[in-house]
């Protein structure tokens, strides 16, 4: 389930894998969409309401679990896993909630999830370590922390054409908030 960042619509939307209504970025928002690429069988509900999005995914399709993209925020919403993806490069720059960081809830919240997940630590040593020392004081004793990295596969042709061998400029655009890993990723690759 996901709130459809920069769709076109504020209803509640449902899509059930091999039914006749497919989501568009329009529809959808962007990050659905690449949700929607990986599921197989089941659903996708999109709305601002998570309890009603989720009842109604679970009225139109058997399901055996809900993920909810940014869920820890929504405390209405009984759950047995909370996954907190953690960006170790910002981590001490934003002690504070929204409007001031990027921050959804406090670090006290991590007391609540089962795994924690560190994300962009490859160029942030040092943020690694702090991270680490910190998530004794905040998370849970018996979360399962694990360190997680990006895999950036370039496509090797485009229309037809093998870009290992064509390519010598590359203009790069992206809307992401903290582009900087995605760029050293691409340079990198």
């Not at 869920?71 to 981590?91: E, F, N, P, T, Y």
């Not at 504070?96 to 919240?109: Q, T």
């Not at 990006?150 to 064509?166: D, I, M, V």
Request: charge should be negative; include cysteine; proline fraction near 4%.
């Amino acid at each position: 389930m996901s709130r459809g960042y920069g769709r076109q619509s504020s209803d509640t939307l449902i899509f059930v894998r091999g039914s006749k209504l497919e989501p568009t970025p329009a529809t959808a928002g962007d990050e659905p969409m690449e949700l929607w690429e990986a599921i197989v069988n089941g659903g996708m509900g999109i709305g601002s309401n998570r309890f009603e999005a989720g009842t109604a995914l679970l009225e139109s399709c058997e399901l055996d679990c809900l993920l909810l993209d940014d869920g820890m925020q929504h405390r209405k919403l009984q759950r047995d896993i909370d996954i907190c993806a953690i960006d170790v490069s910002r981590w001490s720059a934003h002690p504070f909630l929204l409007p001031f960081s990027y921050l959804r809830d406090s670090k006290s919240r991590l007391a609540d999830a089962s795994v924690l997940l560190l994300s962009k630590w490859e160029q942030q040593p040092e943020g690694l370590s702090l991270i680490q020392k910190d998530l004794t004081r905040y998370a849970n004793a018996d979360a399962n922390i694990q360190k997680m990295s990006y895999n950036l596969q370039l496509p090797k042709t485009l229309n037809g054409k093998n870009l290992e061998k064509s390519l010598e400029q590359v203009g790069v655009f992206t809307g992401i908030a903290n582009p900087e890993h995605f760029t050293l990723s691409l340079r990198n690759a």
